[in-house]
């Protein structure tokens, strides 16, 4: 088992920043990857960053690539999610999850564990 657990979220107004922190615990052995996730009000979810957890080689929806940076403390088993620039489309439950194997990073299939999500709004 592994848990993740996210903080960081909250109100922020457009061009402000934000960082999201998630805890990782249990297993985390196998890990290959940590992603994080976003999904707005009626729209699914997709992919905004991740992170190989041994070298950490890092990854990037266009949507934010040059406004947000994914980065991790193996040492501190924790995963972050620095965001800034944030425009109100950026409003979204943020999640993060653990990826146990290689393959197309931006999708799903492969992460096997997610948090609870945090909220993340953007006023304009």
């Known amino acids: 088992q592994v848990q993740l657990v996210e903080s960081g979220g909250g109100m922020v107004q457009a061009g402000g920043s934000l960082r999201l922190s998630c805890a990782v615990s249990?297993?985390?052995?196998?890990?290959?990857?940590m992603g994080w996730f976003r999904q707005a009000p009626g729209k699914e979810r997709e992919f905004v960053a991740a992170?190989?957890?041994?070298?950490?080689?890092?990854y990037y929806a266009d949507s934010v690539k040059g406004r947000f940076t994914i980065s991790r403390d193996n040492a501190k088993n924790t995963v972050y999610l620095q965001m800034n620039s944030l425009t109100p489309e950026d409003t979204a439950v943020y999640y993060c999850?653990?990826?146990?194997?290689?393959?197309?990073?931006?999708?799903?299939?492969?992460?096997?564990?997610w948090g609870q999500g945090t909220q993340v709004t953007v006023s304009s």
């Open positions: 992170i190989s957890w041994s070298i950490g080689l890092t």
């Open positions: 249990g297993r985390i052995f196998s890990t290959y990857a």
């Open positions: 999850s653990r990826r146990d194997r290689g393959g197309p990073i931006a999708t799903e299939g492969g992460y096997d564990y």
